[in-house]
């Protein structure tokens, strides 16, 4: 039988919220230092997603459909991250393998919550349009 140390694991969940905490912090302060660069592609990967939700149910109340809304959606965001990346924390690409590593960081599952999000609020908002049609 394992016994826990319950003082232990407490330490470690405040240490990781102490660390959650800065991380955020350094995301909106203006050319952080980010000593653990996977703390930088958390921090790339979880605004993508909130920036895929709050384009998807803006496309959906305008609303926008079909090719122009895809090719807008990957245009606003992949061009939102990369000047987030690059202008405001001023990093080195380099550093995180390229342009494309930085672009590529969570897309998909952006884009997934953009589908979500864009079809709820388009099929809530103009389903009697839809009828019509």
Same mark, same amino acid.
């Given at each position: 039988?394992?016994?826990?140390?319950?003082?232990?694991?407490?330490?470690?969940?405040?240490?990781?919220?102490?660390?959650?905490?800065?991380?955020?912090?350094?995301?909106?302060?203006?050319?952080?230092?980010?000593?653990?660069?996977?703390?930088?592609?958390?921090?790339?990967?979880?605004?993508?997603?909130?920036?895929?939700?709050?384009? +998807?149910?803006? @496309?959906?109340? &305008?609303?926008?459909?079909?090719?122009?809304?895809? /090719?807008? $959606?990957? !245009?606003?965001?992949?061009?939102?991250?990369?000047?987030?990346?690059?202008?405001?924390?001023?990093?080195?690409?380099?550093?995180? +393998?390229?342009? @494309?590593?930085? &672009?590529?960081?969570?897309?998909?599952?952006?884009? /997934?919550? $953009?589908? !979500?999000?864009?079809?709820?609020?388009?099929?809530?908002?103009?389903?009697?349009?839809?009828?019509?049609e």
């Amino acid at each position: 039988m394992v016994a826990k140390n319950s003082s232990s694991d407490y330490k470690l969940n405040k240490s990781k919220s102490v660390d959650i905490i800065g991380c955020w912090k350094r995301s909106i302060t203006k050319n952080a230092e980010w000593p653990d660069k996977d703390e930088f592609l958390d921090v790339i990967y979880w605004q993508r997603q909130v920036l895929g939700i709050i384009i +998807g149910v803006i @496309w959906g109340i &305008i609303p926008l459909k079909g090719f122009i809304a895809l /090719a807008l $959606f990957a !245009v606003i965001n992949c061009g939102i991250i990369y000047l987030y990346c690059t202008n405001f924390q001023s990093i080195d690409e380099e550093l995180y +393998g390229g342009a @494309w590593e930085l &672009i590529k960081e969570g897309f998909m599952t952006s884009f /997934a919550c $953009f589908l !979500v999000t864009w079809i709820i609020f388009y099929t809530g908002l103009h389903f009697d349009h839809l009828m019509v049609e």
